[in-house]
Nanobody, 122 residues
Framework: QVQLVESGGGLVQAGGSLRLSCAAS????????MGWYRQAPGKQRDLVAL???????NYADSVKGRFTISRDNSKNTVYLQMNSLKPEDTAVYYC????????????????WGQGIQVTVSS
């Protein structure tokens, strides 16, 4: 199995910054996609930023220009640098990875991290 371990959340004032990290470990042959989603209370889980098959990551419109996703493929790790945080960024942030355990897997398996709280005070 594959485990995703997130770190770096917490409480910050509006306008501040936080950096999230997510490391994948386990029997991984390859990772097709890896990134971040978030879920605010009473709302659905939405994409924040994601590396997929393309070289350019996808971002939610609400975070473009403020958040930057980066990765270290040698460590199966992704990072999310969050700047100019707003109260509406408050949510539980989840790391997600679409991985294959063997080269012949017909499709990737999605795993989720346990989630990490980010709270932005006004």
């Amino acid at each position: 199995q594959v485990q995703l371990v997130e770190s770096g959340g917490g409480l910050v004032q509006a306008g501040g910054s936080l950096r999230l990290s997510c490391a994948a470990s386990g029997s991984i042959f390859s990772i097709d996609a890896m990134g971040w989603y978030r879920q605010a209370p009473g709302k659905q889980r939405d994409l924040v930023a994601l590396f997929n098959s393309g070289a350019t990551p996808n971002y939610a419109d609400s975070v473009k220009g403020r958040f930057t996703i980066s990765r270290d493929n040698s460590k199966n790790t992704v990072y999310l640098q969050m700047n100019s945080l707003k109260p509406e960024d408050t949510a539980v942030y989840y790391c997600a990875a679409d991985w294959r355990g063997k080269s012949w897997y017909p499709r990737p398996v999605r795993s989720w991290g346990q989630g990490i709280q980010v709270t932005v005070s006004s």
